[in-house]
């Protein structure tokens, strides 16, 4: 190496971020196929709404309930062993769902898909703190995120074709045969920054002059126990934060469940026919994450004050999720297609929750905060869809459950403003 080039930091930090980048969006790829494969699935094996309905809800219970072995597993393990292996044993699972013949093994696939993806957001969360000073964590963030959002908007018509053209269960094989060798090169790949062979000592400085955790052991043996969970949660930081991803992944939950039939029964509106139009505020919503992590790093550098760079975009994000309150009174598809994008694009900057957990985790239980932070958020994937499914059936109009979601996101906000504090790294014994 060149006097030169050794003085002149390498990029490493933004190739870890296209290979987290690349991960997360098959994560959600391999959740949302089975949305796709559902009309021609429950045909062939003859399976009813209710029992449909149960399918679809295994993921998000067993995805919930594992988010804090899933941190555990992190700390103890490193990243490099935790993500591959998830990634590896999730694209597994999701290709055998085209082998599945029954319901039974339909629900145990979706069991398993949900408890295999679990470490991947902590993992995230763990590359963050240790790859990216402070003052870009929230622009890396929002790369990485935004796929979650994009995927949605833009590969549902390939996912279709697939169907259509070779069956559903071509669909999962593909899929979680693409996940399967990515998650090889995700091992053979990455590195923790104290021992990767594609960053020099300046990068290293960046990072560390920056709060990165460059230095921090990539394994430590962590024990579980509740009263750690208990100690996490008795930081305002760490209990605000959750409080407040539960109330603004409520409205995520929403559009992954919901908003198809919303449009369908409520406004008359087909999804498919629609197309374009309907697929907007997913696309409003990747602009909300990119948006969101921009304005925050730019206010951090501006500012130096993490409370008003991290709180601020996150509470007026939630402020504008709120606003789908609004479309229980317009009588225009187009205003209500405009107030739905208004209110997804605020979710996407609540995106943002998950730098700000980076933040302030204790360096110790990184990965367990990760899968506090992560349960918390989830809940949502199983209490949203129940709360507007009662909502919906007693009293056959989705008012209510408008109602519901934004004043969750109204709630959030309050958690943001009165609870958190200041977001500052949590010290704990």
């Known amino acids: 190496m060149t006097i030169a080039s050794a003085l002149r930091p390498t990029k490493a930090r ?30 062939e094996l003859q399976i009813s709404p209710e029992m449909m309905g149960l399918i679809f809800s295994a993921f998000s219970w067993t ?29 597994f699972f999701t290709l055998l769902h085209g082998l599945a013949t029954n319901v039974t093994m339909l629900f145990g696939f979706r069991l398993a898909l949900g408890m295999s993806e679990a470490p991947c957001y902590p993992c995230n969360s763990r590359i963050l703190s240790s790859w990216f000073p402070q003052q870009e964590r929230a622009r890396a963030n929002a790369v990485y995120a935004v796929g979650q959002y994009a995927g949605l908007a833009f590969f549902s018509p390939v996912l279709f074709w697939v169907v259509g053209s070779m069956g559903w269960r071509a669909l999962f094989i593909i899929a ?9 090169l995700m091992y053979a790949w990455y590195r923790d920054p104290q021992h990767s062979h594609r960053v020099n000592s300046a990068e290293l400085d960046h990072i560390r002059a920056g709060g990165g955790l460059a230095d921090a052991a990539p394994a430590q043996s962590v024990r579980f126990s509740w009263a750690n969970v208990g100690k996490l949660l008795s930081q305002r930081q760490i209990l605000g934060a959750s409080i407040g991803q539960f109330c603004g992944n409520s409205t995520l939950v929403f559009f992954l469940t919901w908003f198809p039939t919303y449009l369908a029964t409520e406004r008359g509106m087909d999804w498919l026919k629609s197309g374009t139009f309907a697929i907007l505020p997913y696309i409003a919503a990747s602009a ?45 598809n187009t205003l209500v297609i405009a107030i739905m994008s208004v209110a997804f694009f605020g979710q996407g900057m609540v995106n943002l929750g998950w730098t700000l957990i980076s933040d302030v985790a204790p360096r110790q239980y990184i990965g367990l905060t990760g899968g506090v932070f992560n349960l918390c958020a989830n809940l949502a994937g199983i209490v949203t869809p129940i709360v507007v499914g009662v909502i919906v059936g007693q009293t056959g109009s989705f008012y209510g459950a408008l109602a519901f979601i934004g004043t969750l996101a109204l709630v959030g906000a309050a958690a943001y403003i009165f609870i958190i504090g200041d977001v500052k790294r949590v010290e704990m014994d």
């Open 176 to 184: 979680g045969g693409i996940g399967l060798a990515f998650g090889l």
């Open 14 to 43: 933004f190739g870890v971020l296209g290979l987290i980048s690349i991960a997360t969006l098959l994560n959600y790829m391999d959740r949302a196929v089975m949305g796709v494969a559902a009309p021609a699935l429950t045909q």
């Open 288 to 332: 909300g994450v990119l948006l969101g992590g921009h304005v925050s790093d730019m206010l951090i550098r501006r500012t130096g004050s993490a409370n008003i760079g991290r709180k601020l975009p996150i509470v007026v994000g939630l402020l504008l999720a709120s606003t789908i309150i609004l479309a229980n009174f317009v009588q225009s």
């Open 63 to 91: 995805y919930a309930a594992s988010q804090i072995p899933g941190g555990l597993l992190l700390d103890r393990l490193g990243t490099r062993i935790t993500y591959a292996g998830s990634l590896i044993l999730w694209s």
